[in-house]
């Protein structure tokens, strides 16, 4: 009874799709796995582009971000400078957190989100990502170290050829029971297939 | 109160789309405007790329495209050889067409997609088009001869440009009472959009 969560920091799509993850599994009561990876080596091999850079479309996502979020109950979206960015950091000190306490691996993801979305405040580098895992009470200079380490960076590497080896083609993606949804707009879809068992 | 709903026939999403206006429109007291287009051309100015050819997210569109369908009570999704094509022909007719009658050109749109798609035929060649319209009565030898006139070419290249002006940066796009809306999963927000005057 496994539901996949796979997310970019980078992405307002999948920053949307987080906050409303713990809604999902508290109705079905599922487990979520929380997987952050980056894009980036998915678009190689799946041949997608950033959309966000693009001109028209990139109006037209900033309009489709700002009213789901109204419709999903949020504050106003903001983005951090730089954007998009390379989530590498985040991403890292993730893993490295969950090998510890999954649980606060997630708050970590949740309160970076917010920090990037919700306050328009950069978490592209180790100091941004370290300076929100203090809150949480975790020692940033044993972070910044951390996310250094071949370790970790092998980890993550793995992490996103697993996600390839799922079929992940982009962010946000869950894969709930087997079944793979892509894209925000696919949380009503989720929901009714964890409560129906499919269609 | 307008409903602008703008379609490839070469889409399967535009396809799923066009299977449920009738019912948004007779929900909401609407009148839909069915505006096919060609999305080649706007690939061009919002540099996205085709999706439907690359491997791995070709597996997951259609098997979304399959899921979805499920969903929206259709039977199973076909594809016409060759797919993905350049429905020159279909979108000419369709204008055609529309100048003697709307809504027999609706009547053609709705045709074409279910012989596309729910049967698996092909639409790509002005035969192939003139032998649904043929079911509606319509005179072959007259729709073959209208299709290649420079007046008719002239003014889908008019339509395409309209749809970039309004900000249609994919397939199937709606522009509901002025709030743009992309893709087959945001048939429930529009909706909820027409419903409620927007959020």
Redesign the interface.
């Known amino acids: 009874m496994s539901v996949d969560f796979y997310f970019d920091f980078s992405s307002p799509y999948a920053y949307l799709a987080a906050m409303k993850m713990d809604d999902i599994a508290m109705w079905h009561g599922r487990e979520v796995t929380w997987r952050p990876i980056l894009l980036g080596p998915i678009m190689e091999?799946?041949?997608?582009?950033t959309?966000f850079d693009?001109?028209?479309?990139g109006?037209?996502l900033k309009?489709?971000v700002a009213?789901t979020a109204?419709?999903f109950g949020l504050p106003e979206v903001r983005y951090p400078e730089p954007f998009p960015f390379a989530a590498l950091a985040a991403c890292r000190a993730f893993y490295w957190l969950e090998a510890k306490d999954p649980n606060m691996a997630v708050s970590l993801a949740q309160r970076l989100f917010r920090e990037a979305y919700g306050e328009g405040r950069p978490i592209a580098s180790g100091e941004d990502v370290a300076k929100v895992a203090e809150r949480m009470y975790v020692d940033s200079h044993e972070l910044l170290a951390a996310i250094e380490t071949p370790a970790i960076k092998a980890r993550l590497k793995a992490e996103v050829d697993k996600a390839?080896q799922a079929?992940v083609?982009?962010v946000p993606f869950v894969i709930a029971e087997g079944?793979?949804?892509?894209?925000a707009?696919?949380l009503?879809?989720i929901s009714?297939w964890l409560d129906t068992g499919g269609?």
Chains 1, 2 share one sequence.
């Open positions: 091999r799946t041949g997608a582009g959309v693009k001109p028209l479309k109006i037209y309009r489709d009213r109204r419709l390839l079929g083609v982009g079944e793979p949804f892509w894209g707009d696919k009503e879809q009714r269609w």
